[in-house]
């Protein structure tokens, strides 16, 4: 779960925009970029290269 105080502060790497946080799929998502970035153990991986599309399903 990441913390309100992060979530208020984090935005996309891309665009500087605001990111919906995706709790029940662990990841941030950028709807402007249509990029979605992992949470991996707390940490938002926010690595452009490491970013999926939106549109593509994620493995779990």
Known sequence: MLSKQLL?????PVCR????????ISELQ???CMLA??????IPVM??????KISEKKDR
């Open 8 to 12: 208020d502060i984090i935005c996309c």
């Open 17 to 24: 925009g605001a990111l919906k946080y995706a709790a029940e």
């Open 30 to 32: 950028c709807l402007k």
């Open 37 to 42: 970035y992992d949470i991996k153990d707390d």
């Open 47 to 52: 690595l452009i290269d490491s970013a999926r």
